[in-house]
């Protein structure tokens, strides 16, 4: 399994640009399938969007363009560019890993990282 960790987080006032990096320690990386989901305060974690080992992506949540994913396989990197962020962006991003192919399902993903927290707020 991919050992994630997310960092990038925090405060960010209405209008703001944060950039998210999830970064894996093992020696699978270049394998894996990356996603960021959302868990906003008292809703249910979703999907954003994933990214496969080849970086072809997928979009799963309109963020009206607001929100790109890429991917460093050289720095075993994901990044998740959020621009024009929204007090409702607020919550814990979290990024998963699953060998080769995206999916929006929460329970085909066997890799999490711990989650960082983003707040949009004036």
């Known amino acids: 399994q991919a050992q994630l960790v997310e960092s990038g987080g925090g405060l960010v006032q209405p209008g703001g640009s944060l950039r998210l990096s999830c970064s894996d320690s093992?020696?699978?990386?270049?394998?894996?399938?990356i996603a960021w989901f959302r868990q906003a305060p008292g809703k249910e974690r979703e999907a954003l969007s994933c990214?496969?080992?080849?970086?072809?992506?997928t979009n799963y949540a309109d963020s009206e363009g607001r929100f790109t994913i890429s991917r460093d396989n050289a720095k075993n990197t994901v990044y998740l560019q959020m621009n024009s962020l929204k007090p409702e962006d607020t919550g814990v991003y979290y990024c998963a890993g699953r060998l080769y192919y995206c999916s929006d399902t929460r329970g085909h993903y066997d890799s999490w990282g711990q989650g960082t927290q983003v707040s949009v707020s004036s």
């Open positions: 093992g020696f699978t990386f270049n394998r894996y399938a």
């Open positions: 990214i496969n080992p080849y970086s072809g992506s």
